[in-house]
């Protein structure tokens, strides 16, 4: 049990479906992060959500619209992907602190591998 | 710009090695962080270390140790005697001061430890 809970595991979505990513933390946590894993490239950050609000958005096609309801789930909406889309999603969650000193890193969840055919 | 750079795509060794992953990192902070995450095949990410920009201690636990060298802008984890439980993939991360709490990434080492 890492604290971090992502649905589905697996995803295999064709080109013109609508699908949704789920993240739930019960850590207490207040800032959460999607990130996608392709093979062998680094991990790429596309979106942080701090105290519910979106503060980074790193040059993400519009077919990723993120939603974080509240402190404690995250969602990833995906329509119209392409094949290159396929990758491992990973969410995390940490405590946006202001004592720099005190911030302990990221949660993971274990991700969803997303195949898209 | 920041930057993690893990120069070693893939690790064999054979059970009970010693083994060394190597991490540089590039910030132009004088205060950052620096993280070590595990990746096992189950494909969470495990924090294992944070190491602050101004502490430059090198630390150990158990059979892993962390070699910080601000110089070189390396920190280094090895492994000693690993085991076939150590196979995984594991990333180094840099967060600077002022980045609202992003980490950035280095590509990963995949590190295969044989029986």
């Known amino acids: 049990e890492t604290g971090v809970t992502q649905t589905p595991r697996h995803l295999v979505m064709g080109m013109t479906n609508k699908k949704s990513l789920k993240c739930e933390q019960h850590l207490g946590h207040n800032a959460m992060y999607w990130y996608k894993q392709s093979a062998k490239k680094p991990l790429e950050l596309m979106f942080v959500?701090?105290?519910?609000?979106?503060?980074e958005n790193n040059s993400v096609p519009s077919r990723f619209s993120p939603e974080c309801p509240n402190s404690s789930h995250l969602f990833l909406h995906l329509h119209t992907l392409q094949p290159e889309d396929s990758a491992l999603y990973l969410c995390?969650?940490?405590?946006?602190?202001?004592?720099?000193?005190?911030?302990?890193?990221?949660?993971f969840g274990s991700g969803t591998r997303l195949t898209v055919v | 710009a920041q930057k993690v750079t893990q120069a070693q795509t893939e690790i064999s060794v054979v059970e009970k090695e010693d083994v060394t992953l190597d991490c540089v990192y590039e910030?132009?902070?004088?205060?950052?962080?620096l993280f070590w995450y595990k990746q096992p095949p189950s494909g969470e990410l495990v924090f294992l270390i944070r190491r602050n920009s101004f502490d430059e201690q090198n630390e150990i636990s158990g059979r892993y140790s962390w070699n910080f060298q601000k110089s070189t802008s390396s920190f280094n984890f090895t492994i000693t005697a690993s085991q076939v439980v150590d196979s995984a993939v594991y990333f180094c991360?840099?967060?600077?001061?002022?980045?609202?709490?992003?980490?950035?990434f280095g590509s990963g080492t995949r590190l295969l430890v044989r029986p």
């Open positions: 991360a840099l967060r600077e001061v002022d980045s609202s709490y992003k980490l950035i």
């Open positions: 995390a969650s940490s405590q946006a602190s202001d004592r720099e000193s005190t911030w302990q890193g990221y949660t």
């Open positions: 959500y701090s105290l519910e609000e979106r503060v």
């Open positions: 910030t132009r902070d004088t205060t950052y962080y």
